[in-house]
């Protein structure tokens, strides 16, 4: 290639990450990366688990209501209102409100940190990329109801950078230290979980006026005076969520609850070793394990799958990407100063701050790196402390010129990551939306006070009371004097009663109560990913079932309890999304539907437009509806034939078919001879 050639590519090169030099670039590339990473998706993200209860919450439009639902744990509820207010409840603009909420707090302890090491800036800004790709949380996508939590978490980092700002800039001391204090308590009141890494602030102080006082005498005086405020509102704070709030509750709640002490009850040195231990694992868990084995937690990681190799892609081009911008260079040392100083400093920093932040954890016998379903938000207020560990242990250990690789390493994995967890959260909306949409189509509106049995939830990740939310938004519920609507019952632990009729059922979450009858609900069933979802009635007896059971929910599924206009129960706007493509349960629904009123006429119109759409079941006893529609309308031949090919479709179809046949043979107009045929096709005993 021509020298001169190769001379202008990198005169451009350098002209271009030269951009790495203003003031703007790294906030942009940070939140760069956060769009990439948790956003490449975002269109089809939406609502999950306890996302559900905000949304219908704020859906009920009873402010009252939103705010008395947290009372029993975190009254303070003001970033929903907020957020609902602006945005509604379009999935869409929750992601985004959370993202950048997480990427403002982040740039605002970079900045700080900035005045803390500034000759170690650079490997800051990894640091801010590394925090918002963090591979420990997984829930970014669960956006709804971890909203506050990360409205709390950029409160406390534009906290900080203000304190930072009135000691650093002591003329604006009398207006950034009042808004710091301000912000501080409504950051430490919001929730919870970042309450105890106030406790850096006193350290930070510190570490600021002594490198500018350098009579220690005088550094003390300094610090501890413009501690004070801060150790006012945490002391305040503490003892209104120790004592008074408790104190308030009509029942222990597990958020007040101090469970650690049980360990110290057989002996203080056990239970301190106890504290020690889980403490230990803990930190190494978070600063180090976890950059990763957060990818291969993933169930989805295997290099057979295209997301897979999208994701190292995508985090291998990021991670690139970033390096490029943001050199790791000896400059960044400071010549003729020993630099390991600085090194100690992050490392005791950072160390300090994990354990403050860990506290409320440990308080209450749980652990950041525990297993379960949703263990992994424990790592939100951790992981800056873990972070700069981990930075400490890289600028200590490893060679400057491994600096870089190392980084681009971390980096690539966290994104890498990152982007299997968002594609599990793509995946599981369109099983959710799927599920809502189909009975939406089969259940257009339900008679207040109905329950809904099931042995499913709609997806994984839905638990029975948020699915209760869920659905009575789909519905949307109006709630009375606390009582809702409508609530699902599940065997996640719900289901705990005889199917019955005319039992009483109710159950209370908190300020709502619902109450029913079991004689007043209908049973769903919803058999694998290619059949329909389906509301249960007598015609549907002796099907065949994947799940053992299922035939119980029949004997208490009233399906006159559905209503067929469709207004009554509209759906609100962007909630669920706009309605997917008509396919074949499409048809299904609206035929059984048609089949609970009567409409045999419209029954074969659907028959027909899916017909000529080329849709056909792939589940035998969703033949029920156009089987009955054609004896229904005389075409009894058709009837047999649709019965054929149901039982050709599915086995075990035979008891279904027996018990229709046995009941359409009692029609006025019946053709004997087929219904004989058919009895003797599908071995049916004597009616």
Not at 135 to 147: K, N
Not at 207 to 229: E, F, W
Request: proline share 5%; with cysteine.
């Amino acid at each position: 290639m021509n020298p001169a050639t190769l001379k202008a590519g990198g005169t451009k090169l350098a002209a271009l990450k030269q951009l790495s030099e203003k003031p703007w670039f790294y906030p942009a590339i940070l939140l760069l990366i956060g769009l990439l990473t948790h956003g490449y998706t975002l269109a089809s993200l939406g609502f999950y688990w306890d996302d559900w209860e905000v949304v219908f919450l704020l859906n009920t439009k009873l402010p009252a209501l939103l705010y008395g639902y947290f009372s029993f744990d975190r009254p303070f509820a003001w970033p929903y209102q907020l957020m609902g207010t602006l945005a509604g409840l379009n999935p869409i603009g929750w992601h985004i409100a959370a993202l950048l909420a997480r990427w403002a707090g982040i740039l605002f302890l970079y900045y700080s940190l900035k005045f803390l090491w500034p000759r170690r800036s650079s490997y800051l800004r990894w640091l801010g990329a590394l925090l918002i790709t963090y591979p420990g949380f997984f829930q970014q996508s669960a956006s709804t109801a971890y909203f506050r939590h990360f409205i709390s978490f950029f409160l406390f980092g534009l906290s900080i950078y203000l304190m930072v700002l009135a000691v650093t800039r002591p003329k604006w001391g009398r207006l950034f230290f009042p808004l710091s204090w301000l912000i501080a308590a409504l950051q430490i009141l919001t929730i919870e979980y970042f309450a105890t890494l106030e406790l850096i602030r006193p350290l930070l102080l510190w570490m600021l006026i002594a490198d500018r006082d350098k009579k220690i005498s005088v550094s003390i005086r300094k610090t501890v005076l413009a501690s004070l405020p801060y150790l006012l509102i945490f002391g305040v704070y503490f003892y209104w969520r120790s004592v008074i709030f408790p104190a308030s509750l009509a029942t222990k709640q597990y958020a007040a609850d101090v469970k650690f002490l049980a360990d110290f009850q057989p002996s203080f040195v056990g239970g301190l070793l106890t504290l020690f231990t889980r403490a230990f694992i803990d930190l190494f868990y978070v600063a180090l394990q976890v950059w990763v084995e957060g990818l291969f937690r993933q169930d989805s990681f295997t290099f057979q799958s295209k997301i897979a190799w999208f994701a190292f892609g995508l985090g291998i081009l990021i991670a690139m990407l970033f390096a490029f911008f943001n050199d790791v260079k000896d400059a960044d040392e400071e010549p003729g100063r020993d630099n390991s100083q600085s090194v100690i400093s992050i490392f005791a920093f950072g160390l300090y701050a994990f354990i403050v932040s860990g506290l409320p954890i440990w308080a209450t016998a749980r652990q950041i790196s525990g297993i379960g379903r949703f263990d992994d938000r424990f790592t939100l207020a951790p992981m800056f402390g873990a972070g700069l560990i981990l930075i400490a242990l890289i600028l200590w250990l490893a060679r400057s010129k491994q600096h870089k690789s190392i980084l681009v390493f971390l980096l690539t994995f966290s994104i890498a990551t990152q982007v299997l967890v968002v594609n599990k959260y793509r995946l599981d909306w369109q099983v959710q939306r799927d599920y809502y949409w189909q009975l939406y189509w089969r259940v257009p509106a339900l008679q207040t006070g109905t329950a809904i049995f099931s042995y499913a939830q709609p997806s994984p990740t839905m638990p029975g009371y948020d699915t209760s939310f869920a659905l009575n938004v789909l519905f949307n519920g109006k709630v009375v004097d606390g009582k809702i609507p409508y609530w699902f019952f599940t065997n996640d632990r719900f289901l705990n009663f005889d199917f019955k009729p005319g039992l009483p059922i109710s159950y209370t979450d908190r300020n709502l109560q619902f109450s029913g009858n079991t004689s007043n609900a209908i049973s769903i069933v919803h058999q694998g990913d290619a059949n329909c979802l389906q509301v249960l009635d007598t015609v549907y007896s002796g099907q065949p079932f994947y799940v053992e059971g299922n035939d119980a929910l029949i004997a208490v599924s009233n399906v006159s309890r559905i209503l067929a206009d469709p207004q009554a129960a509209a759906l609100p706007a962007g909630v669920f999304g706009p309605e997917p493509a008509r396919n074949w349960c499409y048809f299904f629904e609206k035929a059984d539907l048609a089949r609970q009123q009567g409409n045999w006429q419209t029954i074969l119109s659907l028959e027909a437009q899916a017909l000529k759409l080329g849709l056909a079941p792939k589940f035998g006893a969703e033949y029920i509806p156009f089987i009955e529609a054609r004896a229904q309308t005389g075409d009894w031949r058709k009837a047999y034939e649709l019965s054929l090919a149901a039982q050709k479709l599915t086995a075990g179809m035979e008891p279904v078919l027996c018990a229709n046949w046995n009941r359409l043979g009692n029609l006025p107009a019946s053709d004997a001879q087929l219904v004989n045929q058919a009895r003797q096709d599908f071995s049916c005993s004597a009616p």
